[in-house]
């Protein structure tokens, strides 16, 4: 199992919205929740977005996950300069019991 | 606050063993999950290890598995990683990251803290 498939780049304008996919299969996205992280470059991953929906405290409402069959999507509405990032999703696997990422997409804006 | 500082990289020549630390403060270290997870240059995140709070339940990465071992210590709040058998491809920003408690949950939960990571660099 090689990880779960994200594009690699994905970009939009001021005010935008930006949807990120992120594909596996029936025993990771298909029966776990799916999460996403943000990474700013040269510093740690943060929690962006929690069992497929729920957005921790500080994380603000532009920012919002979904989850359909073994897809997901972070989607990001009102882009903002300051959410030009890599984004990486993230699902536990039953077959392997392991935590499995995407590759991270990276998100300009333009 | 919660903070996470790892410790122990550098420098080490195909074939070495390091070992990573990780010292946990401002939280209840021994009631927590916690997880490796490294970053190769200009890469995606790959998750390695994760120990249970009290050390029962160890999973390991198929990429690690038999070259690398998780433990903790709970009165140190110190996680660690033994590293054996270095490859070239293993050099990356390892990072040590808790897991979220979840009350009653049946599989491990998200990472809700991170460290700054460390830089293992496997060369000759």
């Known amino acids: 199992q090689s990880g779960l498939t994200q594009p690699p780049s994905a970009s939009g304008t001021p005010g935008q919205k930006v949807t990120i996919s992120c594909s596996g299969s029936?025993?990771?996205?298909?029966?776990?929740?799916v999460y996403w992280y943000q990474q700013f470059p040269g510093t740690a991953p943060r929690v962006l977005i929690y069992?497929?929906?729920q957005r921790p405290s500080g994380v603000p409402d532009r920012f919002s996950g979904s989850k359909s069959g073994t897809s997901a999507s972070l989607a990001i509405s009102g882009l903002r300069s300051e959410d030009e990032a890599d984004y990486h999703c993230?699902?536990?696997?039953?077959?392997?019991?392991?935590?499995?990422f995407g590759r991270g997409t990276k998100l300009t804006v333009l | 606050e919660v903070h996470l500082a790892e410790s122990g990289g550098g420098l080490v020549q195909p074939g070495g063993s390091l070992r990573l630390s990780c010292a946990a403060s401002?939280?209840?270290?021994?009631?927590?999950?916690m997880n490796w997870v490294r970053q190769a240059p200009g890469k995606g995140l790959e998750w390695l290890s994760h120990?249970?709070?009290?050390?029962?339940?160890?999973y390991y990465a198929n990429s690690i598995k038999g070259r690398f071992t998780i433990s903790r210590d709970n009165a140190k709040s110190s996680l660690y990683l033994q590293m054996n058998s270095l490859r070239v491809d293993d050099t990356a920003v390892y990072y040590c990251?808790?897991?979220?408690?979840?009350?009653?949950?049946?599989?491990?939960?998200?990472?809700?803290?991170w460290g700054q990571g460390t830089l293992v660099t496997v060369s000759s």
């Open positions: 990251a808790r897991g979220a408690l979840v009350p009653g949950a049946i599989r491990p939960n998200w990472f809700d803290s």
């Open positions: 401002g939280f209840t270290f021994s009631t927590y999950d």
């Open positions: 120990i249970s709070d009290i050390g029962t339940t160890i």
């Open positions: 029936s025993s990771n996205i298909g029966s776990n929740f």
């Open positions: 069992r497929n929906n």
């Open positions: 993230a699902a536990w696997d039953d077959t392997l019991s392991g935590w499995l």
